[in-house]
């Protein structure tokens, strides 16, 4: 899998084309299970934390809703917002994840099946209607729930620090010097970005 995109990175750029021969195959799998609504939510989570507390809170909100794997967003609207924050969620998230159930019931966050239909950039401009949900947001639902292979998140924190690692940069670069740089991985920026994730592990970071 990957097989044309890890070629084409490895031919447009030689630093990159290292870093994929010492890393090895590309792991990077859309989880397809979640629905645009549920990636969302999960990505709110995650914003400014690390997986593991991220993953925490996440398990309490859903504990909150015995039998279900998952809430379903009229099971959010119905939650008051300190039983949510309860579970760890900070107020604007709280806030932010009220938007995206209301935003799901109102028919703006759509099902899988219409959303596969948009293109990136309407589904950046759609979904970041929403209280709380940044172009971030976005295109983390893009790489890793609808497997779009040609997003470069350039705001990333850790893309950013797996350039400057794998670049031998003593800066992060600026998200503009990122994504210019990156018109060379076209149409593979998300293969990218996921070489790049990779490039810090084992760093300390």
Same mark, same amino acid.
């Given at each position: 899998?990957?097989? $044309?995109?890890?070629?084409? !990175?490895?031919? @447009?750029? /030689?630093v &990159?084309?290292?870093?994929i021969?010492?890393?090895g ?18 990505s ?10 991220a ?16 809430? $379903?967003?009229?099971?959010? !609207?119905k939650? @008051?917002d /300190?039983? &949510? ?10 806030a932010a994840?009220k ?6 019931v ?8 219409v ?11 759609r ?11 976005v295109?983390?639902l893009l ?8 997003? &470069? ?11 400057a ?6 800066k ?34």
């Amino acid at each position: 899998m990957h097989e $044309a995109a890890i070629k084409h !990175l490895a031919k @447009s750029d /030689q630093v &990159l084309g290292r870093l994929i021969r010492k890393v090895g195959p590309c792991g990077l799998r859309p989880g397809t299970i979640r629905t645009p609504f549920q990636a969302l939510v999960c990505s709110v989570a995650h914003q400014q934390l690390n997986g593991t507390a991220a993953n925490t809170i996440l398990g309490r909100v859903v504990a909150l809703y015995p039998g279900r794997s998952f809430p $379903a967003p009229q099971d959010l !609207l119905k939650t @008051s917002d /300190q039983k &949510l924050r309860s579970a760890g969620l900070s107020r604007a998230k709280v806030a932010a994840i009220k938007d995206i159930a209301a935003k799901t019931v109102d028919g703006v966050v759509t099902k899988s099946r219409v959303i596969a239909k948009m293109s990136d950039s309407e589904i950046v401009a759609r979904l970041t209607t929403i209280h709380g949900v940044g172009p971030w947001t976005v295109e983390m639902l893009l790489i890793f729930t609808l497997g779009r292979l040609d997003v &470069l998140p350039a705001t990333d924190y850790g893309v950013r620090k797996g350039f400057a690692v794998a670049y031998r940069r003593p800066k992060l670069p600026a998200p503009a010097e990122l994504l210019a740089h990156g018109e060379r991985w076209r149409p593979y920026r998300s293969i990218a970005s996921w070489y790049l994730w990779r490039a810090l592990e084992g760093t300390g970071d």
